[in-house]
């Protein structure tokens, strides 16, 4: 069961994390147009899940064996928070919570009697998203503020997500590296799992890299079960790999990568990733010896604790996801079950003193620009185009450390914003 539920962290953090999808941009565009559609007219008049002094969300995520726990502490957090400022406009939030046990039938009753009893759909994370989805599809009346794995429920006309998906990759890290290494890329390397939702977003990354010159010389899938790297270190080793690319890997993946690098003392340049970033993986990697030097580029904040001197957002999020659960320790599903409500309680501060869901919907769409505090590079969730911005850091002395990123003053609020993102051709 671990084994399997490790995969599957695996397949959910790559959907998640690098903000690509298995489709084509042609239908990236269609989802575009349909998110600026009418919306239905009974939606103007539905106050369902709402009252003057309250609010009601439902939220449906996986909590068996913990796996994405941290989606429903993130939203349950954030309604902590307002409410404790006085609510959205007076009204406070209630979360009305589900587990759907990691199975599709719970995942589409739970979401079936949420919306008839919630007033929107917020900050659930779930596999089985796409079994609710279909719910969601059969009634465009009701907001879900949520990020989405599954690509027909993202592109939902009533779906928005605080880091919208996208067929392609962030171009700007990729040539931040070409940049400081040029000799290096010519000779890349890349773990990918044998799961469609990683080897998709790998060719995207591919293409990225291509596009921009790299030569990948080594880009094997390993089974989600494989536990011990050894034989991938071995053969990247003779193909002659000069810096490795695990930004798509979860931490205990790439955790057990780099202690087969350090084993057969082959040593690559190593850039880890959204999904990569745990306070685990140092530890797991065998110590800070084993991995300093290693990069980090994600279009997240250090979140964890290293930006809270510079972004208040960071202290903020960690202080109230202990104050939901003591003890809990945040991750990537907490970070966005927390912006997943900040998205929705702005837009209902934005929709007037008496707010329907249809006002709520449209208030969503006129969302074009989103940072949680800068928590995440900006984004326009409203036309669900992601953000261009990411972070570099490195591991230096056991801690993750920014790394030229411009300041936390700047026009960029410390993220650099400098290239496009890459579009997978139709």
């Known amino acids: 069961m671990a084994v399997v539920l490790s995969g599957l962290v695996m397949a959910a953090t790559l959907t998640a994390c690098s903000?690509?999808?298995a489709s084509t941009s042609t239908t990236a565009s269609v989802s575009n147009a349909s998110n600026r559609s009418t919306i239905p007219a009974s939606a103007f008049r539905d106050y369902t899940g709402i009252s003057p002094t309250s609010v009601a969300v439902g939220n449906v995520s996986t909590?068996?064996?913990?796996?994405?726990?941290?989606?429903?502490?993130g939203t349950q957090a954030y309604a902590d928070y307002v409410n404790s400022t006085g609510g959205?406009?007076?009204r406070k939030i209630t979360v009305d919570g589900g587990d759907d046990n990691f199975s599709g039938a719970p995942n589409k009753q739970l979401?079936?009697?949420d919306?008839?009893?919630?007033?929107?759909?917020v900050g659930g994370f779930s596999l089985q998203d796409n079994f609710g989805g279909t719910v969601l599809a059969a009634h465009p009346e009701v907001p879900n503020v949520t990020v989405s794995l599954d690509l027909a429920t993202s592109n939902l006309p009533n779906s928005f997500s605080p880091s919208p998906a996208a067929n392609g990759w962030q171009q700007g890290p990729l040539a931040y590296f070409q940049t400081k290494y040029p000799a290096e890329v010519l000779h890349a390397g890349a773990l990918v799992a044998d799961q469609l939702s990683a080897t998709s977003k790998w060719a995207a990354e591919k293409a990225a890299m291509t596009g921009l010159g790299y030569k990948v010389v080594y880009d094997p899938t390993f089974d989600i079960s494989t536990s011990n790297f050894n034989q991938y270190v071995v053969a990247m080793k003779s193909a002659g790999v000069r810096i490795l690319f695990l930004e798509q890997m979860p931490e205990n993946y790439a955790a057990s990568v780099v202690q087969a690098l350090n084993l057969q003392n082959f040593h690559p340049v190593l850039v880890l990733g959204g999904s990569t970033y745990s306070e685990k993986l140092i530890a797991d990697a065998g110590g800070a010896s084993a991995i300093n030097g290693s990069y980090l580029a994600q279009n997240t904040a250090l979140?964890?604790?290293?930006?809270?001197?510079?972004?208040p957002a960071v202290?903020?999020?960690?202080t109230w996801i202990q104050k939901a659960s003591p003890g809990f320790k945040a991750d990537l599903y907490t970070l966005f079950g927390w912006l997943s409500a900040e998205l929705f309680a702005q837009a209902l501060a934005s929709a007037g003193a008496n707010p329907s869901r249809g006002s709520?919907?449209?208030a969503l769409q006129g969302i074009t620009s989103f940072s949680g505090g800068n928590l995440v590079g900006t984004a326009n969730p409203g036309k669900k185009i992601p953000t261009t911005c990411y972070i570099i850091a490195r591991i230096e002395h056991g801690t993750f450390n920014r790394l030229d990123d411009p300041p936390v003053g700047g026009p960029t609020h410390s993220y650099r914003c400098d290239q496009p993102f890459y579009y997978v051709k139709a």
Not at 63 to 73: I, N, P, Q, R, T
Not at 303 to 311: C, F, K, M, Q, R
């Open 19 to 21: 903000s690509t999808s």
């Open 63 to 73: 909590l068996l064996a913990g796996l994405f726990k941290g989606a429903a502490v």
């Open 88 to 90: 959205v406009n007076g």
């Open 111 to 113: 979401t079936q009697a």
């Open 115 to 121: 919306i008839q009893k919630d007033f929107a759909m």
């Open 303 to 311: 979140y964890l604790g290293e930006d809270t001197a510079s972004i």
């Open 315 to 318: 202290g903020t999020f960690l």
């Open 360 to 362: 709520v919907l449209q």
